[in-house]
């Protein structure tokens, strides 16, 4: 009998710490089975990033490096210079990548590094407690915007993946969304392609996955899905950026 | 012998290139030397000066508080550094950027070095004429010497310069004489 | 050379693989150097787009197993705190190259000595030290790259180099012997087990300074006061000059000392009994050095500061001899007469 479906080698069997309907489990899913795919296990270092998925070391069965929130891409440019035949990829979330390390982020990519960054969005600081992210939209209520995230006060979602995608070394952008069984298979190629081109030595690769926060969106796991069709991804469009 | 040297001027005389000529010749003749940089936020025409020390002992601080000699190329400089020579100290003047000759030192020389370098032909040369009268007037340096350090300080690509500054160091001699 | 420039060339024999800065003066001739050196020698300059990319893009490369350094002055060292913590955190080995200038704020460029308890005691957060080597002349700026090297690796620990301005900016010759070490250097690069290399052939390693499990990190910090015991013991040095019969000591490092050392020829000359201690790792700071000196009755602390070596100094003699000290910060350097004024009431000409 064939065999068609088994626990990626690159998964550690262990229950993930992350609230119920959280995307984060299902994106270092979709992450091990891409490295197994690609057959890079033992050349992936990875780069946790501070947040919700600090320990992503402990599910993940390859070499990891913690960074300081927001230095990922200063970390993860240390490592491939120095170690250019390893595949390394940071993985990130918004308040990582778009409001602390915003610096990193734009000149790492500026750069052309060639690196793979896996970027979640889900709107919200999950591990400080649900506080305004950089992405959190308007009218969206955080611990720090209770009537809702004002314009006047805060500005507008930041949209970095556009911006990033105005740079002359970037080589690839897309933006998915983890709303729906499809959109977790589109997830998986578009994270494939961005490893893929490192593998390739093709330049910078960022894959936004707008992935759901249930617990400080204060939804339901089924609302949060809803959500991000029906509202997240009219501020965040899916589809290939660059 | 130990001798102590402040050179001043401003950024583009070539200020920095003389001492390190001076540092390089005295190297060369088996000495030991400190060369200490004015740095930073320093501008082409702003002011600029190096704190040099030769010595056939062990040399301490490259700080020098009190010089042997001054060697000044422009008028702001002789304001800032003229408390600084010794009593009986040498004191070098480059008198084309000086309105009138200054009252300090017993032992001074005045001498036009930037209309000299003018005349041979490359005004920024007026600093190996003001190398020219130090090795004249202090004869701690011999003109060899200084000619091996030029030599050896030229970088790659402009050997052709060698020349005229060894004529301007010549030239510094003879006027000083 | 400059201090700068031997400071550079050192870290490029000591086999140096990478190199991140960013521009500030008066450091700025190391990480040209850097720059024209690096890619002669095929290894790796980037310019960062600021001190705390830099810093983390050595932490990178010391996780992957490499020789790394960075350089700054004064308010770059700031911005590099979080990463030196995270360095101390993770147990990684690196060398950070702080060129001195006046502050505190953006200050000035003149050459300082007012990181001390900066670099000493810790400068990031968390219970940690970073090993503290002071040059006090360009040879020995040169020659201590391959000791912080070495301390680095065989400790796993970051390294500072503490100088200042001056030193930067002042040339003497120096004695290098090139090839020979580079290679040796570059070999030994390879040996570090916990690097991040890929898990081939081994189970996964991982970099963290993260411990959330009840008691755990209190274990790691017992490592690393351990560690910092076996340094303390292990790796003090310094220079000690005349005493044996010194019943006044000097005690400075870097440029001051080079100043303490001419004022203690000129007195000894005198017939004065004056000596010198000249430390050279300010951490650990080197207890040893103030140990059996029954002839000494006064330290003169002389620094480019208001007083910060002078705690430890008066740490090391517990009270039992009189401490004095004179400095002066903010660009300003302690004059020979000066010094001679405060502390010896005869005028002695030097």
Known sequence: MKKIFSYPTSLNKLTTHYCAGCGHGIVHRLISEIVDELNIREKVIAIAPVGCAVIAYNYWNFDVCEAAHGRALAVATGIKRYRPDNIVFTYQGDGDLAAIGTSETIHAANRGENLTVVFINNAVYGMTGGQMAPTTLLGQKTATTPAGRDASLTGYPLKISELLAQLTAVKYIERVALDSPQGVLKTKSAIKQAFRNQVENIGFSLVEVLSPCPTYWQMSAKQSLDWIRDVMSREFPVGRIK | MTEKIIIAGSGGQGIMLLGKVIVQAALLGGLNITWLPSYGAEVRGGAAYCMVIISSEEIFSPYVEKADTLIIMNQPSLLKFKQRLKHKGLLLINSSLLRTPPKEGLNKIYFPFTEEAIKLGNIRIANMLALGGYIQKKKVLSKALAFRAIEEIAPAGKKNLIKINKKAIEEGIRITR | ?350
């Open chain 3, 1 to 350: 050379m400059t201090g700068n420039e031997a400071i550079a060339e050192g870290a490029v024999q000591a086999g140096c693989v990478f190199y991140a800065g960013y521009p500030i003066t008066p450091q700025n001739e190391l990480t040209a150097y850097m720059a024209k050196r690096m890619a002669e020698v095929g290894r790796i300059f980037i310019q960062s787009e600021s001190e705390l990319a830099a810093i983390n893009m050595v932490l990178g490369v010391s996780a992957a197993g490499g020789r790394v350094m960075t350089s700054s002055s004064s308010p770059g060292i700031s911005l590099k705190q979080e990463g030196i913590s995270y360095l101390a955190g993770c147990q990684l080995p690196c060398v950070i190259v702080n060129i001195m200038r006046g502050g505190p704020g953006l200050g000035n460029i003149a050459p300082s000595q007012s990181d001390y308890f900066q670099a000493t005691k810790g400068g990031g957060h968390g219970d940690y030290h970073s090993i503290v080597l002071a040059p006090s002349s360009v040879q020995e700026a040169f020659d201590l790259m391959f000791s912080a090297f070495e301390l680095a690796d065989r400790y796993r620990n970051p390294v500072i180099i503490l100088g200042d301005g001056m030193l930067g900016q002042m040339m003497e010759p120096i004695y290098c012997t090139r090839k020979k070490r580079t290679t040796q250097n570059a070999q030994r690069t390879t040996q570090k087990k916990w690097a991040l290399t890929g898990c081939k052939a081994r189970s996964p390693n991982i970099i963290r300074s993260l411990f959330l499990a009840e008691g755990k990190l209190e274990e790691i910090n017992k490592i690393l006061q351990k560690k910092y015991k076996k340094i303390q013991v292990q790796e003090q040095s310094w220079e000690g000059l005349f005493l044996e019969d010194a019943h006044t000591v000097f005690v400075a490092y870097g440029t001051m000392a080079r100043i303490a050392r001419g004022l203690m020829y000129g007195l000894r000359k005198k017939g004065m009994k004056v000596g010198l201690i000249r430390p050279i790792s300010l951490w650990p700071f080197p207890l040893k050095a103030f140990c059996n000196l029954p002839g000494v009755r006064r330290y003169i602390v002389l620094e480019m500061s208001y007083g910060q070596m002078l705690e430890d100094v008066r740490l090391a003699v517990e009270r039992k001899k009189s401490v004095e000290f004179f400095g002066r910060a903010g660009g300003g350097i302690p004059k020979e007469e000066e010094i001679l004024k405060k502390f010896f009431k005869k005028k002695v000409e030097l």
